[in-house]
């Protein structure tokens, strides 16, 4: 299976979500009803978001030139483990594997075990030869190398475990906006998808943003009203009773829409339904900081990422900042 055959087969793959045909729907809907965070609009979302930025012919083929991509790698087996915090979140990793011309052998997350599974399965009808490339298991064993994502905790578990084989690990990560105050009105409902879509349980999502002393908050919350609709969803609704409840115990200030709470918090990980803010004085330090902060995935604002852009990753786009393609390229 050459180089352009994989790609081709991609992009049918990429025709076949958008086509949104009952089995896709169907999958969607038995994904949905399996972890309440994966609402089917966010499915349609995310799905969408990898059609035109990982399942584009044009874009893939820029990808493979970039790299000087040919037909005489010497295939190897990669372990995935997959991380399930938001729909599809380990399909950059997939498509980066296939793509270079190695075999894999993926671990799902079990919040997310039907989506992945469904298109390798559509892969498999286009072309029977993906069955030698792509399989799916419980326990990685006997790979060539490796790429794990989980949590801070898990990681250390996957250094251990992984330590003598090449691999990528991925930890614990968060985005942060840094605000001017002079934003208009439509930058700051693109901020507002770049703190609530999927809930805010990606890496890419901002949980705290940065904001000049004197800071008028109501338009902010003003765009948080597009996701209102979070207080009729029981699981964040669950989150967000329960983060005000430990406000209103410690008497800390707080604003908030109804749906969204913001505290000021010198911390970078907020809870699901709570932001926190921080003032500054000094923007060029808090972009400095935030660029050699480890912890930070995506700085929105600041001429870094624009608003809205944060979930809209593209092939370029490493998790971590760790070039996934030159690692597979370099086994």
Request: proline share 3%.
């Amino acid at each position: 299976m050459n180089l352009q055959v994989r790609i081709n087969l991609l992009s049918k793959l990429g025709k076949y979500i958008k086509n949104n045909d009952f089995e896709w729907r169907d999958i969607k809907e038995q994904a949905s009803y399996r972890n309440g965070w994966f609402t089917t609009s966010f499915i349609d979302i995310a799905s969408e978001k990898i059609v035109k930025e990982f399942l584009n012919e044009a874009s893939l083929n820029e990808w493979a030139a970039h790299y000087h991509m040919d037909d005489t790698i010497q295939p190897k087996n990669i372990g995935i483990v997959m991380a399930g915090n938001i729909p599809l979140v380990g399909f950059h990793d997939f498509v980066a594997i296939f793509i270079a011309g190695h075999h894999q052998t993926i671990k799902l997350s079990s919040k997310d075990d039907l989506l992945l599974k469904h298109l390798v399965e559509k892969l498999t009808e286009f072309d029977p030869e993906i069955n030698n490339y792509i399989r799916f298991a419980e326990m990685l064993k006997g790979c060539d190398a490796y790429i794990a994502t989980g949590s801070n905790n898990s990681a250390r578990y996957f250094e251990q475990y992984f330590a003598k084989y090449p691999h990528i690990i991925r930890k614990n990560r968060t985005s942060a906006a840094l605000l001017t105050g002079n934003e208009t009105a439509p930058e700051l409902e693109k901020l507002a998808d770049d703190i609530h879509l999927y809930f805010g349980l990606g890496c890419r999502n901002a949980s705290k943003i940065f904001v000049p002393e004197g800071y008028n908050f109501i338009p902010l919350l003003k765009a948080f009203d597009q996701y209102k609709y979070f207080e009729d969803h029981h699981k964040y609704k669950n989150n967000y009773d329960y983060q005000l409840s430990i406000i209103l115990l410690n008497n800390v200030y707080y604003m908030t829409n109804g749906a969204t709470l913001l505290t000021e918090n010198k911390g970078l990980f907020s809870p699901i339904s709570h932001i926190f803010y921080e003032y500054y004085t000094d923007d060029k330090k808090v972009l400095e900081d935030l660029k050699h902060n480890d912890d930070v995935q995506c700085i929105i604002g600041g001429n870094q990422t624009d608003f809205g852009e944060a979930q809209n990753p593209g092939l370029f786009s490493y998790a971590d900042g760790v070039d996934t393609m030159q690692f597979l390229l370099s086994l």
